[in-house]
């Protein structure tokens, strides 16, 4: 591959992952002082302005670990990890559609366990191909395991 058609590669994974974050955002802002406000908290929620930031750091690790899949195989050897990749990413995108813009915390909470399933086989997926994009995803599901918590905990406390 070219020095060009790398970098390329590389912007439309950042494009890609940003796209689903600003999908998600859209669900999510509009009702972070609104619906989302009036809900019962658990103790150990963190503060909203942590959100933001945190998730631009995974969405950016995400890009650049479906990018060296992607430059280690290209496209087409890789179609089968990438496409697991896709379907966490659009996971991802829905749970905050379900629980932000539908304001549904229990099916959140059966889809975000859909969404952990598939983050775990893209980890696997990637780093079969590519060490450093399965570790890249490490955060990620981590942060997505504590997410899990967390919706339980909306859930149970706002019947």
């Known amino acids: 591959m070219t020095v060009k058609q790398l ?13 689903a974050s600003g999908i998600g955002a859209f669900s999510t802002t509009s009702q972070i002082d609104g619906w989302y406000a009036t809900l019962n908290r658990p103790s150990y929620a963190p503060p909203n302005w942590i959100f933001g930031p945190l ?12 990018w060296l899949v992607w430059k280690q195989e290209g496209f087409w050897k890789a179609a089968a990890p990438l496409g697991i990749f896709a379907v966490q990413l659009i996971l991802n995108v829905i749970w905050s559609v379900l629980f932000f813009g539908l304001q ?5 909470l059966i889809e975000i366990i859909l969404l952990w399933m598939a983050i775990f ?15 890249l995803l490490v955060p990620y ?11 339980y905990g909306f859930w149970s406390l706002n019947p």
């Open 7 to 19: 970098w390329f590669g590389l912007m439309l994974s950042f494009l890609i992952c940003f796209a």
């Open 55 to 66: 998730w631009t750091i995974l969405y950016a690790m995400m890009a650049v670990a479906a």
């Open 104 to 108: 549904n915390p229990g099916i959140a």
């Open 121 to 135: 086989a893209t980890i696997i997926l990637f780093a079969r191909r590519s060490m450093p994009a399965g570790i």
């Open 141 to 151: 599901l981590l942060w997505v395991s504590f997410a899990s918590v967390l919706n």
